[in-house]
Nanobody
Framework: VQLQASGGGLVQAGGSLRVSCVVS????????MGWFRQAPGKEREFVAS????????SYTDSAKGRFTISRDNMKNTVSLQMNNLKPEDTAVYYC????????????????WGQGTQVTVSS
């Protein structure tokens, strides 16, 4: 599998960014997909998920009301629209297939790709 994330950058607090991830090497539409992020010195954490039909979406509490996940199965792409960004959103953002296990979402694939850096200045 290859995961090519893009769209990150530097933005001021309150601004918006849209990150996207193109997936190749797998039948994209077979998988529920998600976004994770890893801030410096912290463990990678779940941000949002979307099922294969885009009919069900889930968000971590800090993303609710600010982030919107979407997917395009024709383009093998999953995206995350991030509004009202905060400095604590600063992290490298990664996409992966997701599975719900033991009450939480986790990545399905071992490979993460390079991710895309999002930096929010105060």
């Amino acid at each position: 599998v290859q995961l090519q994330a893009s769209g990150g950058g530097l933005v001021q607090a309150g601004g918006s960014l849209r990150v996207s991830c193109v997936v190749s090497g797998r039948t994209f539409s077979n998988y529920n997909m998600g976004w994770f992020r890893q801030a410096p010195g912290k463990e990678r954490e779940f941000v949002a998920s979307i099922d294969w039909r885009a009919s069900s979406k889930s968000y971590t509490d800090s993303a609710k009301g600010r982030f919107t996940i979407s997917r395009d199965n024709m383009k093998n792409t999953v995206s995350l629209q991030m509004n009202n960004l905060k400095p604590e959103d600063t992290a490298v953002y990664y996409c992966n297939a997701v599975q719900f296990r033991d009450g939480h979402y986790e990545a399905k694939w071992d490979y993460w790709g390079q991710g895309t850096q999002v930096t929010v200045s105060s």
